[in-house]
């Protein structure tokens, strides 16, 4: 990957978890997201899984801001998440998949609740869950195929956090 690839593809990952787009990735980045999550799925922020969402962006943030807020403002600027969260986890992505494992479990169960499923999530709910964090229609309909291995319509949360963690710290062609 040249450069221009690498800068393009760290900024369109920095842009989503930059939530209010004012440079910088913060906790309320984290609670905007469930926030919109919560609405897009009508689901209350008080009930079990609303409470789970939260939990899950906040331990998300503390561990992003673990690995990545050298300066301990609890901010996360551009140039400390490419030097933290990008370069830092590419040897191991598990480490990341397991900082984002609470939210996206919690994201998943609120999902895939709206199409009544326990398994995992449908490849439609997928793509509106990728839509509220960011993606445009036609780059969330094309990774939620995608992350539909199996072809049975379902995602799995093993293949999302994998599919998560290869994402945010494997150099190679974007998804989006």
């Known amino acids: 990957m040249d450069s221009a690839e690498y800068e393009r593809k760290t900024a369109a990952r920095f842009a989503s978890f ?11 980045d984290f609670s905007a997201a469930a926030a919109a999550i919560l609405a897009e799925f ?3 922020a008080r009930c079990d899984k609303g409470q789970a969402l939260y939990s899950g962006a906040e331990a998300f943030w503390q ?3 673990g690995i ?5 403002d609890q901010r996360v600027t551009r140039g400390e998440f490419v030097t933290g969260a990008v370069k830092r986890l590419r040897d191991n992505p598990e480490r990341f998949a397991e900082i984002a494992r609470p939210f ?3 994201a ?15 490849v439609g709910a997928a793509t509106r869950l990728l839509r509220v964090l960011g993606a445009d229609q036609e ?13 049975d319509g379902i995602i799995t949360e093993s293949e999302t956090l994998s599919a998560f963690a290869v994402y945010y710290t494997v ?3 974007d998804t989006q």
Do not use: C, F, W
């Open 63 to 65: 561990g992003m801001a």
């Open 68 to 72: 990545a807020d050298v300066d301990g």
């Open 18 to 28: 930059d939530q209010d787009g004012n440079g910088y990735i913060d906790r309320e």
């Open 104 to 106: 996206l479990h919690a």
């Open 42 to 44: 009508d689901t209350t």
């Open 139 to 151: 780059a969330a309909e094309r990774v939620a195929t995608a992350l539909d291995a199996d072809g």
């Open 108 to 122: 998943i169960e609120i999902a895939a609740a709206s199409d009544g499923g326990d398994e995992g999530v449908t």
């Open 171 to 173: 150099d190679g062609p």
